[in-house]
């Protein structure tokens, strides 16, 4: 993380106020979290950004019999966690549920008893008409299948569908949300902040190199982090909060060297990986 001191440069996209009222107004401070995620919580990457609702950047869940191995099963966990955090956004349906279900068949192939799921089944259908709810449940059904993954001595398995989660985040935030013929600094912001994530990510994986497919993914999102390392984000030291506690970063705005090129290798290179993840 770069605070921004003496350094001069000029940004090609800000997110800070430029109010020159003479009224001071104390600035709204966001977050931005920088440690590894569940997929229902990287799904904060879609906070403030209005995403359109279309499921053509979804993965079907007629997709999900298809994933047979233990790795595919548990990157597309996430992949369909996040797919459901962003259903979530446009009201509740029979497609939240769909994933819901496919989420649960993952799972059960992947060895999670089959206890944990079945309460949170319970819990959604009592709340149908609650999508905050729901959200919250799943969430922790997240929390309770990462747990039994890493107490079984399974943590690659956890990395893996962690990443998959990633990975779709990213994929609708570049494909939904940044326009690149009308950039928008505010999601330009939220998709350049992941550089942070991608950052714990890696380090979080590395630790699992025993899995030959922690390392051959790894070894794609190293290629990845190249794209993010071209530029810099600088933060106002007199603004910036950092809560290493919960892994928060605070700040009413951010100053950026990405150019539309680099914005544009990522989400070609997102595409890419994304595409491969969900393949049958």
Not at 219 to 247: P, R
């Amino acid at each position: 993380m770069e605070v921004k001191e003496e350094i001069s440069f000029t940004p090609t996209y800000s997110t800070y106020s430029k109010d020159t009222s003479v009224v001071e107004i104390v600035p709204i401070k966001n977050e931005t979290r920088y440690g590894i995620l569940t997929p229902l919580e990287i799904c904060d990457i879609f906070e403030r950004l209005n995403i359109q609702y279309s499921t053509n950047v979804l993965n079907p869940t007629s997709n999900e019999s298809s994933y047979l191995s233990n790795s595919q099963a548990a990157i597309n966990t996430g992949v369909y966690g996040v797919d459901f955090g962003y259903l979530k956004m446009f009201g509740v349906g029979q497609e939240v549920i769909d994933y819901m279900l496919s989420i649960r068949d993952l799972s059960s192939k992947l060895g999670i008893p089959e206890n944990l799921l079945l309460e949170s089944i319970k819990n959604i259908d009592n709340n149908m008409t609650d999508a905050d709810s729901i959200a919250a449940i799943m969430a922790s059904t997240y929390n309770d299948i990462e747990t039994h993954l890493r107490q079984s001595g399974r943590e690659s398995t956890a990395g893996l569908m962690i990443m998959g989660g990633w990975i779709e985040a990213m994929y609708i935030a570049t494909q939904l949300a940044y326009d690149p013929l009308n950039p928008d600094p505010v999601v330009i912001q939220r998709i350049a902040e992941q550089k942070y994530t991608l950052t714990s990510l890696l380090s979080f994986m590395k630790n699992y190199y025993d899995d030959p497919v922690v390392v051959f993914y790894t070894k794609k999102l190293k290629y990845l982090k190249n794209y993010f390392d071209k530029f810099e984000i600088y933060f106002d030291q007199n603004d910036l909060e950092i809560d290493t506690t919960k892994q928060v970063l605070r700040s009413s705005g951010a100053n950026m060297t990405i150019t539309e090129e680099n914005l544009n290798d990522i989400r070609l290179y997102i595409a890419k990986l994304r595409n491969e993840i969900v393949s049958i």
